[in-house]
């Protein structure tokens, strides 16, 4: 039975993540070329692994878990862009796969082919976002509850007690469940709390394109003290502007730095005190689906359809080094 295939690995999946090498970007699917029929065929859909640290690590967990030393024939592919995601998960459906893993671009249009997938036999979960579509045409999701991510920053912010909240916004992509959620946090607070957002922009998880926002900010003669970018990349090159600006930035400086994901580098501007917030996007989901799976090719039920992970958010005021070693991706 192919389930006895399947390593029991949980506890150990993060640690054989670190050994694999980072896949290139986007590009047409790749998989193995393994001929065992007893092998579960698995294909994994995700976002170009070059987009981030985040990305980077999600796909290093992922590549780990689903080989075929541990019962798998997985295939991967790799875009930003939901259409080509959408034509990728088509083809795999096509090839026949037993599973389809999905990391969606944007939270809309899969409606369609999820139901192809449904049709064809191929269980689908979903991982690290959830789409809007019917929740009976996957069979799980494994995801961060992004808006409670920027609901806690919020909570942070409106504690610094500023003499004036003047935002600049860096969001990431337009319609992907991360923008969308960390988004909703921020003009939630602002109306509640009567913020302002001097400058809103997509840089689109780009540290280039954030360090270019920002310097535009400056020379437009933007007036703020805060800058909120959506992931640790555009923080990092938000903070890239202001430095060459002589701006300063962190505890106690003229900007606060506002970022998400818990890079290990990114902890550590934080424990040094050049930046003063990050909110952790836990990357590490294999362990997760694999239980999924496992329970599914045994014939059990799964106990939940959606799986939340539990995450926290960090202060430079109370960040630890041991906090940076164990957090730190």
């Known amino acids: 039975m192919r389930f006895g295939k399947i390593l029991s690995l949980a506890a150990g999946i993060t640690v054989m993540a670190s ?38 690590a999600n796909n290093n967990d992922l590549k780990a878990a689903f080989s075929e030393e541990n019962g798998f024939d997985a295939s991967f592919a790799y875009s930003l862009r939901n259409e080509e995601q959408i034509n990728y998960a088509q083809k795999y ?24 997938a449904k049709d064809a036999g191929v269980k689908v979960i979903l991982f690290d976002r959830i789409i809007d579509a019917d929740e009976s045409l996957y069979e799980a999701c494994v995801v961060s509850d992004m808006l409670r991510e920027g609901e806690m920053a919020m909570e942070w912010l409106s504690k610094q007690d500023l003499d004036e ?32 957002v001097v400058a809103e922009q997509t840089a689109e998880w780009s540290t280039e394109k954030a360090q270019q926002i920002v310097q535009a900010a400056i020379n437009s003669d933007k007036d703020f003290n805060i800058i909120y970018a959506e992931n640790d990349d555009m923080a990092k090159g938000a903070a890239a502007a202001l430095d060459k600006a002589n701006i300063s930035h962190g505890v106690g400086k003229d900007v606060v730095i506002m970022g998400f994901d818990c890079n290990k580098w990114a902890l550590e501007e934080l424990l040094a ?47 630890t080094q041991d906090d940076v070693e164990k957090y730190g991706i």
């Open 273 to 319: 005190g050049r930046w003063n917030y990050d909110g952790q996007c836990d990357p590490y989901q294999a362990s997760y689906i694999l239980d999924i799976i496992n329970t599914l090719e045994s014939g059990g039920t799964l106990p939940d359809k959606k799986i939340t992970i539990e995450e926290k958010g960090f202060d430079a005021a109370t960040i």
């Open 165 to 196: 909240y003047k935002i600049l916004h860096i969001q990431g992509v337009i319609g992907s469940a991360a923008q969308k959620g960390r988004s909703e946090a921020l003009d939630n607070a602002v109306k509640a709390n009567g913020w302002e």
């Open 19 to 56: 050994a694999v090498g980072c896949a290139s970007g986007e590009g047409a699917p790749s998989g193995s070329s393994s001929d065992n029929a007893d092998l579960i065929k698995v294909a994994i859909i995700n976002n170009d692994p070059n987009e981030s640290g985040y990305r980077t």
């Open 93 to 116: 459906i096509q090839d026949e796969v037993d599973y389809l893993l999905l990391s969606a671009a944007d939270t809309s249009g899969w409606e369609p082919v999820l139901r192809d």
